[in-house]
């Protein structure tokens, strides 16, 4: 059981029945962030636990230096599947509903089964300019903040836009820096990827270009394996909207199987990227790998991280793995970093870096998990933020 919240709104769909929540888990200066996901079987409980790792996201990349001061944590989501006919239109009238919290506390934006530019057109539909105006009202001239926001999602590299590699961009830096750690350098690893959207698409790009052989990856449709390495280039180019990727680029020697089986094939670094609670105490036995870097939020039950800790197998947690795309956007927005990828990618680098060191530090320390150590960073950094601006929970 999670603790219980700021704030929880559930919200029944007068058309389909299907439901829709939001939790603001914590507030500063009045104000949350946190994306919205679109998930069949998602409910209060699963969205209440991530609205918690949002306020450990936005605390833990805190820098006195930074203009960005970090915001409070939030969430969204919608019992509903992204593939369904009714998804967009159950997504709009979820909105509506619910736009005072966005317009005033909930900074939003895409996270599994939605895409930023659905959520941005559904919102000017509804009379928003972006779905972050409640972080704006709080900037007494947003002209900047808005028109570099609005070109950092215009730049592309490689057909995606760099809204969509930043989150996996950081989970690949986080793989690297963490593997390095261990004495493994990345020509020398192999990865297994699970997700192939936003922040598993970016996350296999990242490690591909910096050596590592990304020898599986399984989307919605199955699993595609080649021990070889994959070619993710190609698969990026075959990807539809929602992240699933036509078989028909593959190579001959490219193997098909079970989406399930991601989990069983041997690599350095095992990367959930999809889903939720994917990674339970039973899997444990079948994983063979040397490091588990959460590119989801919450892949790993706490049963299954413990018995992967008696096996040495250390697990980056979410919230700090990946952290990027939610920091990102509030660099851009108060404009710590120019809105180019070289900034972007220099900035998560510097940021990446320093958590990992300073965590894999104190977990060495205490001989603590790389979880604790990364929650006392954040519990640390709130305790900074309440004495500078103020934390509501
Ligand atoms: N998008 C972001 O910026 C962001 C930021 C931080 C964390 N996250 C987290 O990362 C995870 C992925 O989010 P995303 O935005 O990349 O999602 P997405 O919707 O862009 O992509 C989801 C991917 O998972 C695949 N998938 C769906 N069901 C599957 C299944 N049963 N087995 C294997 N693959 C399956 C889809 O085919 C797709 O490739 C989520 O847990 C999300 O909360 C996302």
Redesign the pocket.
């Known amino acids: 059981m999670t603790t219980p919240s700021l704030l929880e709104i559930t919200w029944t769909d007068p058309v389909t029945s299907r439901k829709g929540y939001v939790v603001i888990d914590t507030l500063v200066r009045g104000l949350a962030s946190g ?1 919205l ?1 679109l998930r069949e079987g998602c409910n209060l409980e699963e969205v209440r636990g ?1 609205a918690q790792g949002m306020t450990r996201k936005e605390a833990i990349v805190y820098d006195p230096a930074d203009r960005y001061l970090p915001l409070g944590g939030g969430k969204g989501g919608i019992d509903i599947d ?1 593939a369904d006919p009714e998804a967009t239109n159950v997504l709009r009238r979820f909105l509506a509903a619910v736009l005072p919290v966005v317009r005033e506390q909930w900074n939003t934006g ?6 930023q530019e659905t959520i941005d057109q559904v919102a000017a539909e509804l009379g928003l300019d972006s779905t972050v105006e409640a972080v704006f009202s709080t900037i007494p001239d947003a002209a900047e903040s808005r028109a570099a926001i609005a070109e950092a999602f215009a730049t592309i590299i490689g057909g995606i836009s760099l809204g969509d590699l930043v ?1 996996g961009y950081g989970v690949a830096q986080a793989c690297i820096v963490s593997a390095e750690r261990l004495g493994q350098r990345p020509e020398e690893m192999t990865a297994v990827v ?8 970016a996350a296999a790009r990242y490690l591909a270009e910096a050596g590592v052989k990304v020898v599986a990856i ?4 199955g699993l595609i394996r080649n021990d070889e390495g994959l070619d993710v280039e190609a698969l990026l180019g075959a990807r539809d909207g ?3 990727i036509d078989r028909s680029v593959l190579r001959s020697s490219d193997t098909t199987g079970d ?1 399930d089986d991601w989990l069983t094939v041997p690599c350095d670094l095992l990367v959930p ?4 609670y994917v990674i339970d105490v039973d899997d444990v036995p079948s994983i063979v790998a040397k490091i588990v870097v959460e ?3 919450m ?1 790993t039950l706490p049963a299954a991280e413990a018995a992967l800790r008696e096996r040495g197998i250390p697990v980056v947690p979410d919230f700090l793995a ?1 952290v990027m ?2 920091a990102w956007w509030w660099w851009v927005v108060f404009q710590d970093i120019a809105p180019t990828a070289e900034a972007s990618f220099e900035k998560i680098r510097a940021v990446m870096n320093r958590l990992i060191d300073t965590v894999s530090a104190d977990a060495q320390a205490s001989g603590g998990t790389l979880r604790e150590a990364a929650l006392a960073l954040a519990a640390r950094n709130t305790a900074v933020l309440a004495e500078r601006a103020g934390v509501t929970r």
């Open positions: 994306g996901r991530l992204p895409e996270d599994f089964g939605l895409r989150g699970q997700g192939f959207g936003s922040i598993g698409g399984a989307d919605r449709d929602s992240g699933a989406r990227a999809a889903m939720s590119g989801a939020n892949p990946n795309t939610n």
